[in-house]
């Protein structure tokens, strides 16, 4: 399973506020909608990290 870090963000805070309801909209914490933002986004582009296995550590 992938380590989580936690780190602090700075975001506007009406960027914020609609996070937080679409977070609530689809039953998500807002940390859990802001995971999924950013895994979408970079599935999107391409970009996803590769996954490890328990052979490549």
Known sequence: MAKKKAFALRINEDMLKAVEKWAAD??????????????????????????????DS
Do not use: H, I, V
């Open 26 to 55: 689809e039953f998500r914490s807002t940390n859990g909608q802001l995971e999924w933002m950013l895994n979408k986004c970079l599935k999107d582009a391409k970009r996803s990290p590769k996954k490890t296995t328990s052979e």
